[in-house]
């Protein structure tokens, strides 16, 4: 292989892991329902809205996390599920929307 592409494709594999830690990270917003989240961000972003939440939740409505306006799709609904309603941090990579969770908290 001539040097010079072996020296790209090493640049490109190594911005490519880069890429992806760089996904890696917490975010902080409320636990609601999709349905209500997609209607009205700004309400499901709140304490308000946690009642409806909960309701949702335990009909078995698909949780998302609202944070600053924007909806992030979880990969783990139970983890998500007890806090539904709640303002919690959650901990994961980024893919897209969708946030691989690895821990929430409260």
Known sequence: MHPMKKLFLS???S?????VSAFAGS??????DEGCARKDPAKAESDAHAGCA????????TLVLVSGGKIFKLSDQDKARPHAGH????EGSLDGETITVKDIKM
Not at 15 to 19: K, N, V
């Open 11 to 13: 640049s490109l594999m």
């Open 15 to 19: 911005l490519s892991l880069l890429a």
């Open 27 to 32: 975010w902080t917003g409320y636990i609601s």
């Open 54 to 61: 909960q309701g949702c939740a335990k009909k078995g409505a």
């Open 87 to 90: 303002k919690v941090t959650v």
